[in-house]
Structures are given as C-alpha cells and as structure tokens.
C-alpha cells in the first residue's frame, strides 16, 4: 500500500503467436467509477499506479482491461480481467481510548483479583500489524502489587494489597503492534491510577499516656486529660468516639466522646478520694466498628493551703569587712503547719542591692557570704529573707538587717599625685599657698588623715598638720630659686606605707631687679667717614627677672642732641646713623651724668613699673688723611737791612692740619725762589734765617715759594 504513484506495476504482453512487426494495438482500463487508482498506457500495455492505496480502505482491486487490435477491418476487442491484492504496511499505532484512568479497588481483595481490563485499538488490517501486546510500568517507589495480561490486557492482583501502606499506585500501561520489523513496531500508553480503597481493618490505638495529675482545688469544668487514640483507616473507619466504660461511677468527670478531653463535672477532694481509675474505650465509626480500651489512673495532688511563718520579722547583725567567702552571718527559722511535702522549705534571699554578695542555705536557713565585703563600698545590707514551698507557691518574708565593721585597709588618698600652683616672689610671710586633701574611706579614727612635708623646702614651707594648709615660712626671692618641688604624705594611724603626691610650686616673678650692664664704662672707636648704620659697640645688660621683667629695652638718654648716633634696641648694638668727621668732633661720651657734649645711654626691662640703669659708653672718631695743611697766611711780608748777619733768624712760617696724629704733622720746604740759596728753612719748625750775605745793589726783593707737607 506504500507503493508510490507514477510507478509501473506490470505490462500487459500479447501472446508472441499474434506478434507481428506492424501489429497496432490499444490498451484501456474499463473506468465503473471516478476513483481510478491505476492508469494503463494505451500503446506499450504498461500498468502505473496513478493514486495512493490504502489497505484499510481497499485491500483488493479487479481491472477490465480492453484490447483493441486495430489490424483487422473491423478493429478487433479483446477483454483481460486483471486481479490486484494489496499487501498491508504497519503505518497504524495501537491507541487507547483514553490517555489518563482512575481505578479504584478494595485493599482486602484476594491475589488474582481482576482490576480492570485496558483495550486498544489498532487500525492496520494486517494480522502482525494489528496485533497488540501489553506491558506494564509502575511509577511509584517499591514492589508492583499488580499484573496486566500482554495479550488479553487484563490487570490483576499480584500481591496483598494494604491502604495502610500504600494509598495508590500510579501505572503507565503501554500496547504495541508486533509488526515483523521490530524498527517497524507502534506503540501507545496511557496513566492509570490505582487508588486503593479502605476496609476497616484497624482499630484505634491510644496515644495518650495512662497517667494524668489534677490539683484538688481545680475548678469544675477543668481539663484534666487530652484522650488521643488513633485509627489508621480512613473516612467513617477511622472517626474514633470515646466513652468511659468504668470507674466514674460518682461522675466525677465527663469525656466529650468526639474530643477526648477529659474534664471535671464537680469539686475535688483529695482527701476523700486521692485517686481514680477510669476504663477509657475508643471505637471507630466502621462496620462493623473495632474498638479498644485503655485504664486511665487521675492522681489527685494535694494542695498547699498553710503559710509558713519566720520565728523573728527583724533580723539584725554585725559582720566584718574583708572576711573570707563563707563567713556565717546569721540563721533564720521559719515553720509551716502543713504535712508531708507541703510543709518541707526552702529558704532564700530575695533580689536587692548587694543581695549578690550573700547566700543562704536553702535547707537550714544559714547565711554566708560569697565575697569579701567592703565597708567603704557598702556599710548597710538590709536583705529580706524568704521561706518557700511550691504548689501551689506560698511563702513568708523576714527583714535581715546587717552592718558592715570598720576595719583600718584604706591609706588617705590625695585627690591628685601631682599639684603645681603658681605664686608671687613678695608673698608675704605666713600667706597660704595651697589647701591639700586627702580622704580616707575608712571610718572613725581608721579615717583621720596626718599632713606632713617629706622632702627639703628649704625653709621656704610648712604644712597644717590637721587642715593640710601648706604656708609660706620666708619671704620667696625668684631669683634666688624660681621653683620648689617637695612631696607631702597623708597617713592615718595604720602602719601601711602612706600615700604621698607631689607639689611643684612655681615662683611668679615680680619686677624687683634693674637691668645691669656688664660695664658701666665702655670704650670704642670708629673711623671718621663711615657710612651711616656702621656698627661701633655692642653693649649688653642683663635683668634677673623674668619674662617682660626681664626683657631689656636699649635707648640713647641724652647727648645725641644732633641724632649723631642710634641703638639697637633690642640687641644694645651702637651704630653711626651720620657719616662722622674727626675734625668736626674728636670724642663723644655716654656718661650716668649729664654734662656739655655728653650721652647716656639707657636700658629699661618691660616690667610695670619699668626699671633702668645707665652706663657711659666713649667713641673716639679715628682719623683719616683728608685736610690738607693750611699756612697761617697765604703770604708773609718781612723787610730787612742788607747789613743783617748771616745765621739772623728772619721769620718764622706756621702751618695747620686738621687731622690728628701723623697725618697732622707737618713738614716745611722751599720750593722755588732760593736759587742762590740765601735763606734756609727749619722744615720741622718752618724757622726761616740767613745763611749767606745780602746786597741790596745785587737783589731787592725776594720772593720765596715754601711748601707745607
């Protein structure tokens, strides 16, 4: 049926008897109707298949063939039936009619039992293409309980089934075609859900204890017991009801019968009926029900309706500080009138300040410490005490009064280790300085603090040995010592070492020293025709004081009428602030007192008021060459007899310098005008006399050039 269109099946021959070279024949199918699957060509005979065959639809065909031999006159017809079978192909899948089945089944069914029976239909014709063989899968974890039949397709019971265990089971159920070419075979499966249906087959289990507590003072209506019984069976077979079968014969208690919850239905008596035995039964709604009973003993618990009762309310006591843990403090005693459990205590101490520190016995009653106490911490415990007894919780207080004992283990204790204070040099004698304290936390004469000065002060200080003022004992000189460092103790009257701090006391200077100078007379020189800001001197003065007290400050007081001179103020450096001319003034001098052509010179601190002191200081101006000599006059006149003798003195010349030392001495010569060397000049003294004869005929006048050098 696969076969394809247009493809030649077969050719129909004329028998070879008939065969001749020019016989001319015609070949046609008899067409009854349009659907024609087979074409024949007219001329060759040959037989195609002109459209797709479908076996499920026609599996046989039956073709008139019409010959029609056109070499006779008339042309001859000829009629060949011609039988076609068509062979099956497996081109159908098995298919179910659904894809997804629920079944449902008893869990008491016996092995073999017929579940269901699947069927699936397959729409080939061929026999081996057709026919259907049945497998099974099981999806979920564990063992198959189930069998299906490969041929038939039947599914049974392989093992006992139980709802218990396995609720359902999800099966996929497959059917193939046994086509020979196994690359051939179709296939299709489907879902099926197995749902295993409940029987009542368990019954219910008690899953509550058997034993329950009540207090007798309980209210009625109070729930004494959850009842809890489980059935495994589901729906009506496992809705479990409880009844009491026994043992409440006084109606003591009610079950509600759908809950379980057991209850009171009227007061409790301990003491008339301390316990009870109820015979619970708990039965399933199935058919027919199961049942099962269990013996549920309620114990009535007595209830504590005394108070117990301390044989004091006030407690007091003293302990010692810094005892050991475990120091007894004090016992305290209390009685319950109860019985039994009910009248056994406990004693404890309730929470409050410092309670931590101490413990108590819960049995007798004892009080210890459980830490070494300190009175400077805490001097007053006031504790309560409690007695208890539990069920219901009663109890009773009683007040603990405690005092904590001094004992001497505190050394005074300076509120610093270090003081520094500042103070004036012209503190007077006697004056307070500094007012030190020390605590002691100890109490009484434990805590009464000494004051004394352990190290040298040079008799400057003294200590209150009560108040611990410290006071001047002299008068204070900053320059004599600017600082004192001493240490001052506290103690009590332990023999621990005493705790000491230290005092640093800084002398504030005051303005009681002049600034000195380091001469008070100075020398200096300087040449002539410097530039203005030449340095010359640098003097110095030093101030003992402090700070701007000792700061000193250099100034000219008096003889720089003219501004000749300045001075560094700061530093004392003493400078031309003119260019100097030795000719002009040959000495200036800085003198204490104020005379004609004199200066002072000054040095002042910064302090308030302001102190000074003066020194004199005296610059000599060095000469330099710069004046040449000048004759007394430019020209001198002298008339004398011709008659004179020779070696008379005749004149004396006379010149002056400006400047000093050798640069002013002078040196006389004649330059011209004494050929005939008439006349000699002294050159030292510039004495002029005759050394040879003169003769008025010969010469009246003569005029003589001499020279100063």
């Not at 599996?59 to 076609?84: A, G, M």
């Not at 009610?254 to 301390?274: M, S």
Request: net charge negative.
């Amino acid at each position: 049926e696969n076969f394809k269109p247009a493809q030649v099946l077969n050719s129909l021959k004329w028998p070879d008897n008939h065969l001749t070279s020019n016989r001319k024949l015609h070949f046609s199918i008899t067409k009854d109707n349009d659907d024609v699957h087979f074409e024949i060509d007219s001329l060759t005979g040959d037989l195609f298949l002109s459209k797709e065959l479908d076996y499920e639809t026609t599996s046989h065909f039956l073709l008139q063939v019409i010959v029609k031999d056109y070499n006779n006159n008339p042309p001859q017809n000829n009629t060949i039936f011609l039988s076609i079978d068509v062979e099956d192909q497996n081109d159908h899948s098995p298919c179910f009619q659904d894809d997804f089945v629920v079944i449902g089944i008893e869990e008491n069914v016996p092995v073999g039992t017929l579940v269901y029976t699947f069927n699936a239909k397959d729409g080939d014709g061929g026999f081996l293409n057709s026919k259907i063989q049945y497998s099974l899968a099981m999806s979920n974890v564990g063992e198959n309980p189930f069998l299906i039949h490969p041929s038939y397709g039947t599914l049974t019971t392989a093992f006992p089934l139980d709802r218990e265990i396995t609720h359902s089971v999800i099966l996929t159920v497959s059917a193939a075609d046994q086509a020979i070419n196994l690359t051939d075979r179709r296939l299709d499966s489907l879902v099926a859900k197995i749902v295993i249906l409940d029987i009542n087959d368990n019954s219910p289990n008690f899953m509550s204890s058997p034993l329950s507590y009540v207090m007798e003072d309980v209210e009625v209506g109070f729930l004494v017991h959850s009842i809890i019984a489980k059935d495994r069976d589901e729906g009506r077979n496992g809705q479990v009801t409880y009844h009491i079968l026994s043992g409440n014969e006084n109606k003591a208690f009610v079950l509600d019968k759908i809950t379980g919850l057991l209850t009171t239905a009227q007061l409790l008596d301990r003491e008339i009926q301390e316990r009870y035995s109820l015979t619970v039964m708990a039965i399933d709604d199935g058919s027919p029900a199961l049942s099962a009973t269990q013996v549920l003993t309620v114990i009535v618990l007595d209830v504590n309706d005394e108070t117990p009762v301390f044989l004091k309310q006030l407690y007091e006591t003293t302990v010692h500080e810094n005892q050991d843990p475990g120091e007894f403090v004090i016992k305290v005693e209390a009685v319950d009138r109860d019985a039994g459990l009910n009248s056994l205590l406990q004693y404890e101490i309730l929470p409050g300040i410092g309670y931590e520190k101490f413990e108590m016995n819960s049995d007798s009653g004892e009080l210890i410490t459980t830490a070494s106490l300190d009175r400077e911490t805490q001097e007053f415990f006031s504790i309560k005490g409690n007695s208890v007894k539990c069920s219901p919780l009663r109890s009773s207080t009683a007040q603990l009064y405690l005092t904590v004992l001094d004992e001497n283990d505190h050394s005074p204790m300076f509120a610093k280790t270090h003081y520094q204070i500042s103070v004036r040099e012209d503190l007077e004698e006697g004056s307070a300085i500094l007012d030190l304290f020390a605590s002691d936390e100890d109490d009484g004469l434990n805590g009464e603090v000494t004051y004394s000065l352990v190290d040298n002060t040079f008799g400057a200080f003294a200590i209150d040995s009560v108040t611990g003022s410290i006071v001047t004992t002299k008068a204070l000189d900053r320059e004599t010592k600017s600082q004192y460092i001493f240490r001052a103790v506290a103690s009590d009257c332990s023999t621990h070492l005493p705790r000491s701090t230290t005092v640093t006391v800084l002398i504030q200077d005051v303005n009681d020293n002049v600034p000195k100078f380091e001469q008070s007379y100075y020398k200096a020189s300087v040449w002539e025709g410097q530039s203005p800001k030449t340095d010359i001197v640098q003097v110095f003065a030093t101030d003992l004081d402090s700070g701007l007290n000792g700061e000193t400050e250099y100034s000219i007081l008096s003889g720089n009428e003219n501004a000749t001179f300045l001075i560094d103020s700061a530093r004392g450096i003493l400078a031309t602030n003119t260019v100097l001319d030795h000719e002009d003034t040959s000495s200036y001098r800085f003198v204490e007192t104020a005379a004609s052509h004199r200066l002072v010179l000054l040095a002042s601190d910064r302090g308030t008021p302001s102190l000074n002191s003066t020194a004199t200081v005296l610059i000599t101006v060095l000469d330099v060459n710069d004046n040449p000599p000048v004759f007394s006059s430019p020209e001198y006149h002298i008339h004398v007899k011709e008659s004179i003798p020779v070696g008379s003195h005749l004149t004396e010349v006379s010149a002056n310098d400006c400047d000093a030392g050798t640069n002013a001495e002078i040196t006389y010569a004649i330059i011209s005008g004494n050929d005939r060397g008439h006349f000699r000049l002294d050159g030292k003294t510039g004495s002029v006399d005759l050394v040879k004869t003169l003769d008025y005929e010969d010469t009246i006048k003569f005029t003589l050039i001499i020279q100063a050098t």
